[in-house]
């Protein structure tokens, strides 16, 4: 029985287990998007997510750290430079996995990963979408408004 035992071994030993999370993540690091089977993408999720949390204070220390993980140097001042800048104000789910089917050959289930904001189609030119409330019906009122006026003294002009 596996009581209490949340962590996903993928079949392998712990050195390539860590090997291998940690080029998948520089590979997402690099790329911004990287296509892998689900439960890897899952394992991916919980072994990038932390350090990217680290790469908000850019501090000797957290980067160390993040180094530490990565064992890639490239992919740390990436992280550290461009990556945390977009992040900054995100409290945390940094990263969306998109299924896209099974894989022909053994039919595994397969998904993309990829950082969320450098997602063009869900998130154009970098802004942030407007949550609209229903407090916001009072402005379209306005407008409304606005326009009638301005087509009642268009109206005016023609006719004198």
Do not use: W
Not at 151 to 160: G, V
Request: net charge positive; charged share 35%; proline share 2%.
């Amino acid at each position: 029985m596996r009581h209490g035992k949340k962590f996903n071994h993928l079949g392998r030993q712990t050195a390539h287990r860590k090997a291998m999370l940690a080029n998948m993540a520089c590979s997402l690091i690099e790329h911004k998007r990287i296509n892998t089977t689900v439960a890897k993408a899952k394992a991916l999720r919980v072994f990038v997510e932390p350090l990217i949390t680290k790469s908000k204070a850019d501090t000797t220390h957290n980067r160390r750290v993040v180094f530490s993980y990565l064992r890639d140097k490239f992919a740390v001042t990436e992280l550290f430079k461009e990556i945390s800048v977009k992040i900054a104000d995100r409290p945390g789910g940094y990263i969306r996995i998109i299924k896209l089917g099974n894989r022909q050959g053994d039919n595994a289930p397969m998904a993309m990963v990829e950082l969320v904001d450098y997602n063009e189609i869900y998130n154009p030119k970098g802004k942030k979408a407007k949550k609209s409330t229903r407090r916001g019906r009072r402005k379209k009122t306005d407008e409304a408004v606005a326009s009638v006026e301005t087509a009642e003294t268009t109206t005016e002009e023609k006719s004198e």
